[in-house]
């Protein structure tokens, strides 16, 4: 299966080619780095031309205040890419979009929820997107890796979380073996809910400190916003995330790669 990876040098991109480098399962494509950003008509030109299979749709930014970035990006690139290519194009949602529809969201995130939301609803007849809403952990340093940002980037100083805050996704491990072993055949297009049992950020960061070696201090607080996410279940049953996360630290050790997170492993 030739896939075209598009955002090859984020969290996901990255560890895509990692993991395929190790177990060499797929074809994993590229495009040129000198290639221009979408929407430039040479990435359109690049994207058109590729014969492949499958495309995951990794492009992703963090500039969440500006909304016309957030738009550009996280909707009219997925519609452009479903309406223009012949082939399935894998997407990606996230768990802001529970928690948007819950009510509780950070203000930071708003223009980020209503595009994934807004991807989701118009994209769900089309016959070739799978739009899978989850998020993601993973090895890349890199700011939306939710472990380097928290446990390396600030290495010398304590952690603090909302006693009511709750994490719902996946490793991007997980994500691979999904890719490889068959069980995303089971969903061909529409939206695909992925995530492990929702886990309090607290206990998260806890076994991820434990598993990991870090020794981090963590400290609760709490606040009258209650940040949580609607309990939204997995159409695929996944393993629970501290067991994800021992499969990503068992795999992260035999990776010779100075750019993940420094993994120690407990036994």
Same mark, same amino acid.
């Given at each position: ?101 819950? !009510? ?85 297009? !529409? ?77």
């Amino acid at each position: 299966m030739k896939v075209l990876l598009l955002g090859d040098r984020g969290l996901l991109g990255t560890d895509l080619k990692l993991f395929d480098n190790f177990y060499n399962k797929l074809n994993i494509v590229v495009l040129d780095a000198g290639i221009p950003k979408w929407p430039s008509e040479e990435f359109k030109k690049a994207v058109l031309t590729n014969q492949c299979d499958v495309i995951i749709n990794a492009i992703s930014t963090i500039d969440y205040y500006n909304k016309d970035i957030i738009e550009l990006v996280h909707y009219h690139l997925p519609l452009w890419l479903v309406k223009n290519k012949n082939c399935k194009v894998i997407l990606f949602s996230s768990d802001v979009v529970n928690q948007f529809e819950s !009510g509780y969201i950070d203000e930071k995130f708003k223009y980020y929820a209503v595009a994934k939301q807004q991807m989701e609803k118009d994209l769900a007849s089309e016959s070739n997107a799978l739009c899978i809403r989850t998020s993601f952990l993973g090895l890349t340093k890199t700011s939306s890796n939710l472990i380097y940002r928290v446990f390396e980037l600030t290495e010398n100083q304590p952690i603090e979380v909302n006693v009511h805050a709750n994490w719902s996704g996946m490793t991007t491990l997980e994500f691979y073996k999904l890719l490889t072993d068959g069980r995303l055949k089971q969903k061909e297009s !529409g939206l695909l809910v992925l995530g492990g049992k929702k886990e309090s950020i607290y206990q998260l960061f806890t076994i991820i400190n434990n598993l990991f070696n870090y020794s981090k201090e963590i400290r609760t607080i709490s606040n009258n916003f209650i940040h949580t996410a609607r309990s939204a279940p997995s159409d695929i049953r996944l393993p629970s995330i501290p067991q994800q996360l021992k499969d990503l630290c068992a795999v992260a050790q035999v990776l010779e790669n100075p750019n993940l997170i420094k993994v120690k492993c407990s036994d």
